[in-house]
């Protein structure tokens, strides 16, 4: 079983950065790609960006390409999601998770396990 614990998420102004976190429990971590998904309050979760279970692969979305890296350590068993350059649009609940195979994917289905996530809000 897998359990994923995001954190990082926080109030922050326009323009400014946070980096999330998300804790993964169990073997293997190296060996799946893991993803970031956002949902804002009355919209539907969405993909964010995604990295192979190496690291050496990574998608974005359009609209936080340039301005979000994710990467992952996976000593740590940890991903990370650094954002810069936020914007209000930005703000929504950010969870990560885990995707049983190795390759990368933009797909919410395609991920077997999610964490809780964590509420990040960009004001104007």
């Known amino acids: 079983q897998v359990q994923l614990v995001e954190s990082g998420g926080g109030l922050v102004q326009a323009g400014g950065s946070l980096r999330l976190s998300c804790a993964a429990s169990g073997s293997s971590f190296s060996s799946y790609a893991m993803g970031w998904f956002r949902q804002a309050p009355g919209k539907e979760r969405e993909f964010v960006a995604t990295?192979?279970?190496?690291?050496?692969?990574?998608f974005y979305r359009d609209v936080v390409k340039d301005r979000f890296t994710v990467s992952r350590d996976n000593a740590k068993t940890t991903l990370y999601l650094q954002m810069n350059s936020l914007k209000p649009e930005d703000t929504g609940l950010y969870s990560c998770a885990l995707r049983l195979m190795s390759n990368p994917s933009t797909l919410i289905y395609q991920y077997t396990y999610w964490g809780q996530g964590t509420q990040v809000t960009v004001s104007s």
């Open positions: 990295i192979s279970g190496n690291g050496g692969s990574t």
